[in-house]
């Protein structure tokens, strides 16, 4: 490898990732992912195109799933993304990906997930990886705080994605931005992560809720208002989180609520000093759904 990036007039690199340990940490089974990371964005530094057609062969590698070279491989895709034309090769890259992020092994999922984050600021690939739905709402409910964390700033990319495609076009469509069977699905798999143990999750999950329910306003509310009810709750209790951020995430997304759910009254007491009238308002029979009068164990 020295030898040839030498042939190619690229001894600095050679240095680099020497200076770097890289060579030695290459020869290292636990170290090689790190190694190869090092040596990709050094020859990123150096050479685009060169990155690019190595990249190409690596896809190759990665579609034929041999293990030996997959984790390297995917550690040296990561680095050097952006020499990709993702416009050919985008679809083999989310075929690849819907495998990794299937994976037992944690490294995977979270190399992919760090794919999928890059690749999601590119509206055209944004709008192809709506079709790894499925793996991501899995994937929302993983018990590594990374990967969770990770999925929704695919998922806030995506749909930012969608609101600026649509910006940019500077039309009024009447479909709507997701769909109503897609919204219900993030919805009902974001709600459980306002408890979750990691505030920034907790933080993200609710952003990420009160911009589901925005989006989906046109393919009408009425599927979507169970799910919302039942945020009620939680939203409420994390208004008084430790953390602020969560603190001001939770009443943001209660203020989104109230108007989703066309409950000014509920909207007026977000910021009351008083916090018990929310909560005795909330309980009033003719504003809980039956859904939430059942999530917390209401009886009328």
């Known amino acids: 490898m020295k030898a040839l990036l030498c042939c190619l007039h690229c001894e600095d690199v050679v240095h680099s990732v020497d200076h770097n340990r890289g060579w030695a940490r290459l020869l290292n089974a636990r170290s090689r992912r790190y190694a190869v990371a090092v040596l990709a ?33 995917m550690a040296f895709l990561v680095e050097v993304l952006d020499c990709l034309d993702t416009r050919e090769c985008g679809d083999r890259v989310l075929e690849i990906l819907s495998r990794n992020l299937g994976s037992t092994d944690k490294k995977w999922r979270q190399l992919g997930l760090r794919v999928l984050i890059a690749l999601s600021q590119d509206p055209v690939m944004a709008k192809r990886i709506w079709s790894l739905l499925d793996i991501l709402v ?25 609101v600026w495609t649509q910006l940019q076009k500077r039309v009024r469509s009447k479909d709507p ?49 169970p799910h919302v009810c039942l945020s009620l709750l939680p939203l409420y209790f994390h208004r008084h989180d430790e ?26 007491l977000v910021n009351t000093e008083e916090p018990w009238s929310f909560g005795e308002c909330l309980l009033k029979p003719e504003i809980l759904c039956r859904d939430s009068r059942k999530s917390i164990g209401y009886c009328s």
């Open 41 to 73: 964005r050094e020859m990123r530094r150096v050479s685009s195109p060169l990155c690019s057609r190595i990249t190409l062969h690596l896809l190759e590698l990665l579609s034929r799933e041999e293990p030996c070279w997959d984790l390297p491989a």
């Open 138 to 162: 899995q994937l929302l409910g993983d018990e590594d705080r990374d990967t969770v964390w990770m999925t929704l700033s695919v998922l806030d990319n995506v749909l930012w994605s969608s």
């Open 177 to 225: 931005l997701i769909s109503t069977p897609t919204g219900l699905q993030l919805a009902e798999a974001l709600r459980p992560l306002f408890d979750h143990e990691d505030s920034s999750v907790r933080e993200g999950s609710m952003v990420i809720f009160t911009r589901v329910m925005t989006l989906i306003v046109r393919a009408g509310k009425r599927p979507l208002k």
């Open 243 to 268: 953390n602020p951020v969560v603190k001001k995430a939770s009443r943001k997304a209660l203020l989104d609520v109230t108007r989703f759910l066309k409950r000014r009254d509920l909207g007026r």
